[in-house]
């Protein structure tokens, strides 16, 4: 009888030992901002990854790959363009990664800086970024869209020539096209490009601006011609949009519904639509349109096609 009493002595202090125990487990932290590296041709690159706060709950999530201007950083344009407020709004991944050299810039063909003079693949390394994230993270890889600003919107525009089995649209800001081979993509990309009149550093009417890059910028309306050809457009351009504030033009009935947008306006320069300045002294942004909005409008429209290239 005492040892039967004292097993159950036993096993009840077990059971309440435990118990307790596991309450006072503290729980899994769910994580949501992130600063990360990759290895990629022996550089160890740098990035600030976004979840929207219904990352745990939810999946098939789309991501947007957030490009920084020539001597920006992912973390500067997280807080000037704002699109991390976007992105925790509606529920969409961001990730902001960071060009090369001490002032971090991309190779998007003739531009910029040292990115360019040492020769960096920034293609290869936004495409490792996307096969990582969509690996590790609850990413729809048919839903993988890049946007970026001034030499990161140029550097949208070599993604969309070179890499369009793994981006689904771009958006562009502030930027031109500036790759050195001829633009060939296996499919049509949609583009909505984003520009004010009042730019100075990468001019819409082409030339070389008064920015640092010193590159020459070809103008707006010969990256269209090309975009326009690529994506087997039917109809001309026509102005959809005309007002006080900007300008959209569009190019409609194109294949596989790849139109091309073309927003212009009359205020800001060469800065983040509805956003911050980029610096202490850029330029203060436009207020006529808003870019993240305009943007997460135009790609819910588009993905990736079930085949590969």
Same mark, same amino acid.
């Given at each position: 009888?005492?040892? #039967?009493?004292f097993?159950?002595?036993l096993?009840?202090?077990?059971?309440?030992?435990?118990?307790?125990k @596991?309450?006072?487990?503290?729980?899994v932290?769910k994580e949501?901002h992130?600063?990360?590296?990759?290895n990629?041709d022996?550089?160890? #690159?740098?990035?600030?990854?976004n979840? *929207?706060p219904?990352?745990y709950?939810s999946?098939g999530?789309?991501l947007?790959?957030?490009?920084?201007?020539?001597?920006?950083?992912?973390?500067?344009?997280?807080?000037?363009?704002k699109?991390?407020?976007?992105?925790?709004?509606?529920?969409?991944?961001?990730?902001?990664p960071d060009?090369? !050299?001490?002032?971090?810039t991309?190779n998007?063909?003739?531009?910029?800086?040292?990115a360019?003079?040492?020769n960096?693949?920034?293609?290869?390394?936004i495409?490792?970024l996307? &096969? %990582?994230?969509?690996? #590790?993270?609850?990413?729809?890889?048919?839903? =993988?869209y890049?946007t970026?600003?001034?030499?990161?919107?140029m550097m949208?525009? #070599?993604?969309?020539?070179?890499?369009?089995?793994?981006?689904a649209?771009?958006?562009?800001?502030?930027?031109t096209?500036?790759v050195? %081979?001829?633009?060939?993509?296996?499919?049509? =990309?949609?583009?909505l490009h984003?520009?004010?009149k009042?730019?100075?550093?990468?001019?819409y009417?082409?030339?070389?601006?008064?920015?640092?890059? !010193?590159?020459?910028?070809?103008?707006?309306?010969?990256? /269209?011609?090309?975009?326009?050809?690529?994506?087997?457009?039917?109809?001309?351009?026509? =102005?959809?949009?005309?007002?006080?504030?900007?300008?959209l033009?569009?190019?409609?009935?194109?294949?596989?519904?790849?139109d091309?947008?073309?927003y212009?306006?009359?205020?800001?320069?060469?800065?983040?639509? !509805?956003?911050?300045?980029g610096?202490?002294? !850029?330029?203060? *942004?436009?207020?006529?349109?808003n870019a993240n &909005?305009?943007?997460?409008?135009? /790609?819910? @429209?588009?993905?990736l *096609?079930?085949?590969?290239?």
């Open positions: 009888m005492k040892n #039967r009493t097993i159950i002595t096993l009840i202090s077990a059971t309440i030992f435990f118990s307790c @596991q309450e006072n487990n503290p729980p932290k949501y992130f600063s990360e590296t990759i990629v022996g550089r160890q #690159r740098t990035y600030v990854l979840l *929207p219904n990352y709950e999946s999530f789309s947007v790959v957030a490009l920084h201007g020539g001597g920006g950083s992912g973390t500067q344009f997280e807080n000037s363009s699109l991390t407020e976007k992105a925790n709004a509606t529920g969409f991944i961001v990730v902001y060009g090369t !050299g001490v002032i971090k991309w998007a063909g003739t531009c910029c800086g040292s360019v003079t040492n960096v693949n920034d293609v290869h390394f495409s490792s996307i &096969d %990582q994230l969509t690996t #590790r993270y609850k990413i729809n890889p048919k839903k =993988v890049a970026g600003h001034s030499n990161g919107g949208c525009y #070599r993604l969309a020539c070179e890499l369009p089995n793994k981006i649209a771009i958006a562009p800001n502030a930027s096209m500036v050195t %081979q001829p633009c060939n993509p296996a499919r049509p =990309v949609p583009i984003m520009h004010s009042l730019d100075q550093h990468v001019v009417t082409g030339g070389y601006g008064n920015g640092v890059s !010193g590159v020459y910028c070809p103008p707006l309306d010969s990256v /269209f011609n090309v975009w326009s050809i690529n994506n087997n457009c039917v109809n001309p351009s026509q =102005v959809t949009i005309s007002n006080n504030s900007y300008t033009t569009k190019w409609l009935n194109c294949s596989n519904n790849a091309i947008n073309f212009l306006t009359n205020d800001g320069g060469h800065g983040w639509p !509805g956003g911050l300045p610096s202490a002294n !850029g330029d203060i *942004p436009s207020t006529a349109i &909005d305009l943007l997460w409008s135009f /790609f819910q @429209q588009y993905q *096609p079930s085949l590969s290239y």
